[in-house]
């Protein structure tokens, strides 16, 4: 596709709920990171792949935040048992290599957790 | 985790105005993004900056790459309404595996028509 997309944009989620958060990179991008951005903050670094290996996750808060990317192309954060700290916007981006280059943001969903 | 200070926090200022704003670093970066950021979207890329000393310009916009590697800088000239919006600054490691993009704290910005 043109840039990279995610769904949903908008979640809303009880507590202690799992969801699944989609990321479609740049079709032939290699690395896909994750990012969390809190209220008035900038992103912050969760997780790193390059094609379907997890080469960096030191960026998850806790054991319930799982990644993965089975093909080396879309990608899923699952977080279980929601909590309401989990609350934030939760940004997927790609980059064309392996090695350091321009990083391409998708929109981004809402984790709204009550 | 690492700290990336921007200044200022926000910036009101009129149409046709320039802007400067700065970011700025307690470690080395080898590598600077500047994005800028809409309500309810993600980042855009506006600038990349490979190299300490360089100085790059996209359209109205300048940034440059502070030869400490510990800052870098972002112009705009001649604003206009739709500059409007948050910068956020962003620094690269470029080391093995660790390519993730520690940013900065952001600025917003207000163009007064």
């Known amino acids: 596709g043109a840039g990279v997309s995610q769904s949903p944009r908008y979640k809303v989620a009880k507590r202690g709920q799992d969801v699944a958060l989609r990321c479609d990179p740049i079709?032939?991008?290699?690395?896909l990171f994750w990012y969390q951005q809190a209220l008035g903050q900038g992103p912050e670094f969760l997780t790193y792949?390059?094609?379907?290996?997890?080469?960096?996750k030191s960026g998850l808060p806790s054991d319930r935040f799982f990644a993965e990317r089975p093909e080396g192309s879309v990608s899923t954060l699952k977080i279980q048992r929601t909590q309401q700290e989990d609350s934030a916007v939760y940004l997927c981006?790609?980059?064309?290599?392996?090695?350091?280059?321009?990083?391409?943001f998708g929109p981004g969903t809402r984790l709204t957790v009550t | 985790g690492q700290q990336l200070n921007q200044s200022p926090q926000s910036m009101f200022i009129q149409e046709g105005e320039d802007v400067s704003m700065n970011c700025t670093s307690s470690s080395i970066f080898n590598t600077w993004l500047w994005y800028k950021q809409d309500p309810g979207e993600g980042p855009v890329l506006l600038i990349a900056?490979?190299?300490?000393?360089e100085l790059t310009s996209n359209g109205r916009l300048t940034a440059q790459f502070g030869i400490t590697r510990k800052d870098s800088f972002l112009n705009i000239s001649a604003s206009i309404p739709s500059d409007v919006g948050i910068y956020f600054c962003?620094?690269?490691?470029?080391?093995?595996?660790?390519?993730?993009?520690?940013f900065g704290t952001g600025t917003r910005l207000t163009v007064i028509p």
């Open positions: 900056l490979y190299k300490a000393g």
């Open positions: 981006a790609s980059s064309l290599t392996a090695g350091p280059y321009e990083q391409y």
């Open positions: 962003a620094g690269q490691k470029d080391q093995t595996g660790a390519n993730n993009l520690f």
């Open positions: 792949f390059q094609n379907e290996a997890q080469l960096d």
């Open positions: 079709s032939g991008h290699v690395s």
